[in-house]
C-alpha cells in the first residue's frame, strides 16, 4: 500500500521538478489576471486566455509553458548546457513530440510573425474609420501618443537595453499588442515572452491607467469641455461629402503611401486596410468580412492570448530583466497617454475651438477599448457629454501610428 501511495503522489504536480514557491507564485498571479477578465471585465476576450495560459504554464510537470530561446533558437537545458538544436532546425512534428502543445503553437503562429498581421485584419475588418475621416484634425493627436514610444527606447538605451531591445520595449507604449510582437520579432526575440505578456497586461489595463494619468494632469474644466457645443459654434469646414466613397478610397490610399514611405510597416497597415475594405464593400464582400471578423479573429485571439500566456514561467518572469520591461513598458504606456494630453493642451492655447484633452488621452492603439473609457470619463463629469467619436478619431489614428512606428523602428534596427 505504501507503495502506491508513493506512486501517486509522484504523480502529482507536488513531486514535479519546479513544483516551488516561484510556480504557484505565478499561479496566484494568474488567478488574480483571471478574476480582472471575469470579475472585473478588464477585456476579457484577451485577459482570459492570456491568464489560463500562465495558469497551465506553471503546473509542474505539465510542460504546458513555452521554453525561452536565444536569437538563434538555441534553449538551455536542465544541466545549464545549451540545447544541441535550435528550434528551427527541428521538424515540425517534433516540436509537438518533444517541446508540448503550447510551444508548437508558439513556434509556429506567434514566433513565425504569421498572428499579428491577421489579427490586424480582423481588428481592420472591426473598425469605422468614418469617426476619423469626419474629425481628420483630430487625427493628429494619434501621431502624438507616440511620444511615449521613443522616450522610453532612450531611456532603456540608457539602462543598458541593446538598441533593438529598446525598440522593443518602447513600441510597448504604442499600447498595441500585435505591433509589439511584431516588431519584438524582428528585433528582440529573445525578449518576445516578457513584452508579450506587459503589452497584452497593459492593454487589458486601460480602464485602470487611462483615468490615472487624466486625473493626474487634467482639471475638472477641461474635462468638461463639450465637444458637440463647439462643433455647433465653430461648425466643421473640413466635412466630406461622399463618406461611403471616402471610406473605400482611404484604406487603399493608405496602404499605397505606406507601401512607399515605410514598406517595412505593411504588413500590418496593409492586413488592417484590408479588413476594413472588405468590411466597406458591403454585400459583395460580406463572406470575407463575415469570416474575417469572427472565424479567424476569434480562433488567431484564442491562440495568441494562451500561448503569450504560456510564456509567462516562473523561471522567464520572476528575473531583474523581466521587472525592468513591465517597469519600462507601464513607463512607455502612460508617458503615451500623458503626451496626447499635454498635446490638446498646446493645442488648446492657440484655437478658439477647443478640445476635451480626453481626445488626446486615447491617441494610443487600444481600439474602442480607450475610447469607452474615455467616455464613461467624460459623461461622470456631464451626463450629457459624450466624447466617444471624436477619442474614436484619435484612437483610430493611433493604432496606424502605432504600425508605423514600428515600421519605421525595424527599418533602422532591423
Known sequence: MEEIFTRIY??????????????YFMILIAFVLLYLGIVKKYEPLLLVPIAFGVLLANFPG????????????????????????SVWEMPIHDIAHELGLMNFI?????????????????VGALTDFGPMLRNLRLSIFGAGAQFG????????????????????????GGADGPTAIFTTIKLAPELLGPIAIAAYSYMALVPVIVPLVVKLLCTKKELLINMKEQDKKYPNTLEIKNMRVAKIIFPIAVTTIV???????????????????????GPITSRLFD???????????????????ATMTASAFL???????????????????????CMVKIFNCFTKKKINPLVGATGLSAV???????????????PKNHVLNYCMASNISGVIGSAVAAGVLISFLG
Open 319 to 341: 528575473n531583474w530583466q523581466t521587472v525592468g520591461i513591465v517597469v519600462g513598458g507601464f513607463l512607455a504606456f502612460a508617458l503615451s497617454i500623458a503626451a496626447g494630453i
Open 149 to 172: 514610444i521613443f522616450a522610453v527606447l532612450l531611456a532603456a538605451l540608457m539602462m543598458g537595453f541593446t538598441p533593438q531591445q529598446a525598440a522593443s520595449l518602447g513600441i510597448i
Open 10 to 23: 509522484e504523480m502529482t504536480a507536488f513531486a514535479q521538478p519546479g513544483g516551488d514557491w516561484s510556480a
Open 62 to 85: 505539465g510542460g504546458m509553458g513555452v521554453i525561452q530561446t536565444d536569437s538563434e533558437g538555441y534553449w538551455t537545458l536542465a544541466d545549464g548546457t545549451r540545447s544541441a538544436k
Open 368 to 382: 474602442p477599448m480607450a475610447s469607452r473609457v474615455a467616455n464613461d470619463i467624460a459623461t461622470k463629469y456631464d
Open 291 to 309: 469570416t474575417a471578423s469572427n472565424a479567424i479573429m476569434n480562433t488567431a485571439t484564442i491562440f495568441l492570448g494562451l500561448s503569450v500566456g
Open 106 to 122: 508558439y513556434f509556429l503562429l506567434i514566433k513565425t510573425g504569421f498572428i499579428p498581421p491577421i489579427i490586424f485584419m480582423g
Open 259 to 281: 507601401a512607399i514611405l515605410v514598406p517595412t510597416a505593411v504588413s500590418l497597415v496593409g492586413m488592417l486596410m484590408f479588413g476594413n475594405l472588405i468590411k466597406e464593400l
